[in-house]
């Protein structure tokens, strides 16, 4: 796997964007990335944070993401979208598309989209997205939005985790071209939901989604309910049939497991 390192980078991002640059840190330790954007003073120009090293990463519901020099690529965006607060939901979601479409063409096994964002190889989790807000205004927010994406031989490794390295590799692992590919795309798709929101991406991000149609738990702080995953509405919230009837949920305190009684494939 090759290193983070800045030139190579902006060469990829260049080449990506037809001549665009973009300000980046990559930093050889650091606690946390979405952390270190959001105690800059200001989101106004998208600026990059990325390292291989994180010592207190965090993830969504409490969860962590640390990672030893080479484990997993960790890095932050931290941009400023001229949308209203209300507008947001589904921007995780379109994330996830940004990332499947970069990762895939990268390896044979097949990646699919586990609401609301997480990435699964064979049923365990290669990369994980958790979005934070720094500021809300009337007509503008500045988010940082973390991505982990499991990389090498992970030291310290999560229950149910995968790297890319452990999947059929179809192309040599470059990591400052997957991450510069992965910040283009990123731009330009969050122009476009700026735009329409998460219409536009609605489908696309259904094609790709793990258990759609299938038997789902959904659990969250005061209940599991159990039901068919029967789809994702215009604002990104899964929507669960039970008994004939249709219940949507929204990502946030909410979790989705596979029910472990459906055996088939
Ligand atoms: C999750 O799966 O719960 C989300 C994990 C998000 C981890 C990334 S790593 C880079 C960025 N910085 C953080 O502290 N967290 C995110």
């Not at 001549?19 to 840190?25: A, D, L, P, R």
């Not at 209203?84 to 990268?106: F, N």
């Not at 995968?162 to 040599?172: A, G, H, N, R, V």
Request: a negative charge; hydrophobic letters at 40%; one cysteine or more.
């Amino acid at each position: 796997m090759t290193q983070l390192e800045v030139s190579q980078f902006e060469k990829y991002f260049e080449l990506a964007t037809k001549g665009e640059s973009i300000q980046v840190n990559f930093l050889e330790s650091i606690a946390s990335t979405n952390q270190w954007l959001l105690e800059q003073s200001s989101l106004q120009k998208t600026i990059i944070c990325a390292t291989d090293n994180q010592t207190q990463g965090r993830g969504r519901r409490g969860r962590h993401w640390s990672s030893q020099p080479g484990d997993s690529l960790c890095f932050s965006v931290g941009i400023r979208l001229n949308i209203s607060a209300a507008k947001l939901s589904g921007l995780s979601l379109v994330i996830g598309i940004v990332l499947e479409e970069v990762l895939q063409p990268l390896i044979a096994d097949s990646i699919k989209l586990k609401w609301p964002n997480d990435l699964l190889v064979n049923e365990r989790k290669l990369s994980g997205i958790l979005v934070e807000t720094k500021s809300l205004k009337k007509d503008h927010v500045d988010l940082v939005i973390g991505v982990g994406i499991n990389l090498g031989s992970m030291t310290e490794r999560e229950p149910g985790s995968i790297s890319l390295s452990e999947c059929q590799i179809k192309q040599p692992l470059d990591v400052n071209y997957i991450l510069a590919q992965l910040v283009a795309k990123m731009l330009s798709y969050l122009e476009e939901f700026e735009r329409s929101g998460f219409s536009s991406f609605q489908q696309s991000w259904l094609n790709k989604a793990a258990w759609y149609k299938k038997p789902v738990n959904i659990i969250t702080a005061e209940q599991t309910v159990s039901g068919i995953y029967s789809g994702i509405d215009v604002d990104g919230a899964l929507i669960l049939e039970h008994n004939g009837e249709t219940k949507s949920y929204v990502a946030g305190e909410v979790s989705l497991r596979r029910d472990s009684n459906d055996t088939a494939n």
